[in-house]
């Protein structure tokens, strides 16, 4: 055995020493494979250390980065108005191992709710064959024009053009609570001091509602998008375009719940 070892060693560097090419290595170790039986595991596991893996490809971390940042911005912006720019911060690899072919991602989670700071979790496809998951940390900047304060703005102060400027920034830690420019239209107080720079946010402002508590609205009931009647009746809350309120018909004693539409006109789908 020991014999045999040696003459393996002695092999090897010679044949090593006239070249270094992979057909010289695999005929090396076919040599020694078939000439001798014991040595058939060694040739086994010289083949897979020597002969490189075929039908792979490698894809460095900084391009993976890029995708999966490009597929989440692009599924972002079909769902909020603004610019939305998505950073991949880390990856647990240096470079991705991949068989041969056309790569794609799929997103597998967090692609319906944008958060400043969380984990993108994809899929990757080789072909449109599952090869494995990815779970990348990330950062999301939404930037969008919006009503900030140009000069402190006291509390019960009224929002004015002179308070305020329309300026485009970053709202990724309040995108579903900003102003924009045309709801100075309205008459809006607020409910707090808010600082030069400082973006408007609307839970801390009190706007005049389109439907006051207690006022007199028309009430539509509509039935196939077509108006069968209108009637009049007394809004049982405030209410702002688009959010759903109770009204009273007083004749009819009878309460229904429907959709406002404009300044004291509630539609009602029957």
Do not use: W
Request: positive net charge; hydrophobic residues 40%; charged residues 25%.
């Amino acid at each position: 055995m020991e014999y045999g070892k040696l003459k393996m060693e002695n092999y090897f560097n010679k044949n090593f020493k006239e070249t270094n090419s992979i057909k010289s290595i695999f005929n090396t170790i076919s040599h020694f494979a078939f000439s001798n039986f014991n040595y058939k595991k060694v040739f086994v596991l010289l083949l897979l250390f020597f002969i490189p893996s075929v039908q792979a490809q490698v894809v460095p971390a900084s391009k993976v980065k890029v995708d999966v940042a490009r597929l989440f911005e692009n599924n972002y912006k079909k769902v909020i108005d603004g610019d939305v720019q998505v950073k991949i911060t880390a990856t647990p690899f240096a470079d991705l191992q991949l068989p041969d072919g056309k790569i794609s991602y799929r997103i597998s989670n967090g692609g319906d709710k944008i958060l400043p700071r969380d984990v993108k979790r994809v899929d990757v496809y080789v072909n449109g064959v599952y090869q494995r998951t990815l779970n990348l940390p990330a950062q999301t900047f939404v930037y969008k024009e919006v009503l900030v304060a140009s000069e402190q703005i006291n509390r019960e102060q009224t929002l004015t053009k002179d308070c305020t400027e329309v300026k485009k920034v970053d709202v990724s830690m309040r995108a579903d609570y900003v102003l924009d420019g045309s709801m100075l239209e309205r008459e809006i107080t607020t409910k707090k001091i808010f600082q030069k720079g400082e973006i408007i946010d609307k839970r801390f402002v009190k706007m005049k509602p389109d439907v006051a508590r207690n006022a007199d609205v028309r009430v539509f009931f509509v039935s196939n998008g077509s108006v069968m009647i209108s009637i009049d009746g007394t809004a049982m809350s405030d209410g702002m375009l688009g959010d759903y309120i109770n009204v009273e018909n007083k004749n009819y004693k009878k309460v229904y719940n429907g959709k406002i539409i404009g300044e004291n006109r509630v539609l009602v789908n029957i």
